[in-house]
């Protein structure tokens, strides 16, 4: 009765999203505190105390009709000023208003660059693991995603099979950097080698390839490590950005997709994604968090909260036997299974109550995701269980 | 170099959305108080109190964690169940939660209700005058969307032209009650019809043919007029709401769909929206404005405040002589052109800094939209520059 391609995606829900459900529903059962749900990037963190004061003084000072009210589709300029600047100041970069399109979350701006973007049968790249929803809003319109495999040593991308996989249909790469699932940071190198491959191909087949960037976890870096802002290396960019776990906000949908002068044929391209955004049903991104946001550009997680809880789970696993690497940026863990098949895995440690997700979600089967993004005593208390398994499994 | 579907719509740029930002344009160059914007349906009455008290209310006594947190990609639990009981006892209703889904607006909502049911091909139907958008959201699944000629007498449904309209391809219907461009309410009479011609063509072509019921003006009617609960009428419907006018919170995205167990297939149908509300990038309904309006369900625009405009309106635009419908409902006027090309009395009624939406925006020319969602003073304001418009046409 429903569409041929909801079809498919009602018969392979998310599971991610599943066990986010199953998680709930198990804490119902056994109580929250015995369930250990690693399943979902919600941050545990509070969002930072300007968040509630900029709501309250908003409130107060600002004319609700203007706070509550339509403003142009891209968002308020002011807003989109102030981002840039902010952006300026952090990365050098020299972008104004006209570069900066307020975003429904970093997955609202991404489906506005692909609509903006792919014509049905383009094809889109990016490096397994990835997001598994890239293949969904890559399919929105008609578009095909094809990853690159993965380096499962360093999980830094393969430059050898991405240059071998850019063809005159390739109409963008999906890069996430710092990266879900695997916490692991792209290099200056190899942003810098990213652009080289496509520059000389965008020559060769005198064709137009974006690299779309996907950048939520850009202010939870652990080492010091610098993320390359992308802009800086090559024109044909589209940045998108999230407030969800950096002011832990996932559930307020807002971020921004920056579209810098350099893209090809800029003011339409920038015209195109803010049509987009209308045509699409976002319209614009929610009016109260666009102002809100805009006073918490030097605000930050609490990344010493993750930093500890990264420290605890890696020693530990480590220590039981588990093979892993260790993040430098995000929340996740991307951990070796035991067995072949994670879902097996996976299930066993459910019966622990610990619950992660297959890395075939991320195209990339034999490893499971593990989200810290959960209170210290979560990741504590699992560790028997974690243990348990281990030894299970004779690690 | 954007994508074919972005050129179309680059060029043809929403007329609406250009006057918009047209008018702000010009009330910097002559004074907001110089300017009689109604273009936009962007209410200038501000949100009820308690939104504002039940928003600091809820920053003090929640979690902030869950308050801006990720939940069910369908909305909060006791969101929607406060919703569908607030229905349930205003119209008689008998609603659960697993009938509404939180959206993005009412925008994002009738996105995700037709990508939920739109194969290629598809044919879906509106009574013109409609909202131009709808077009763009059936294009955007690949369907056609199918007008069916106004009745510019009554502006009420051509319900003989509706039933050759409808084909073995046809999908769904789409409509609007109150209406947008025409503050006409479709009677229960009308409804019904409808659906006797709906249930008529489903048993013919053996299909299953969707009425989605787009209602964000539900609760703007002055004549006590009844807008019919289109769920009570027929089996296969989706109603589509939108907190954006009765609460006045346009930017803030926010509304719910309602799809009744009646419908055919109904929980793969609920299943489907949702997976689609995920991804087609909303995700969820900003989740402060959810809880907000769960807790404002029974708070009412002053519609007080949009009758004075209509009155000081219709009456003085009749007496100059223009021909127009007098509203039941909404916060729109549409005007008959005194000229037959619309677009050339849109002109003239510019250089009076009167700015209207041409009819052609709304699949019916002759006509212009005006929105009467401004303050009494632009109202009152305005006038003059009209008797001079009705002047320069010989009303």
Redesign the interface.
Known sequence: ??????DG??NN??VI?QM??EG?RMAEEFGSENVYDFS?G??????PAK??ET??RL?KEE???A???????AGFPDVRAKVADSLNKRFGTAFTADNIMMT??A?????CAL?????PGDEVLSFAPYFV?YR??VA??DGVLKEVAPDTETFQPDLKAFEEAVTSKTRALIINNPNNPSGVIYTEETIRAIADILNRKQAEYGS?IFIISDEPYRELVYTGAEVPYITKYYDNTIVGYSFSKTL??????IGYLVIPSEA??HE??F??VT??N????????????QKVVAECLEEKADIGFYAKNRDVLYDALKDYGFSCIRPEGAFYMFIKSPVADEKEFVTEAKKEHILLVPGSSFACAGFVRLSYCVSYETCVNSLPGFKRLAEKYGL
């Open positions: 009765m429903i569409s041929k391609k909801m995606l009602v829900n998310s999203r986010f459900e709930k979902l919600n941050p545990n963190v509070p969002a968040v509630k709501i309250e409130l004319d609700p009709v706070l509550h009210g339509y403003m142009a589709n429904v979350g997955a609202g701006g991404l489906n609509k903006a973007l792919i014509n929803e969904n809003y929105n319109y137009e832990s906000l996932p559930g307020e949908r090809a044929d339409r391209l015209q195109a049509i987009a209308r045509v699409l049903g976002f319209v614009n991104a929610p009016s109260l968090m």
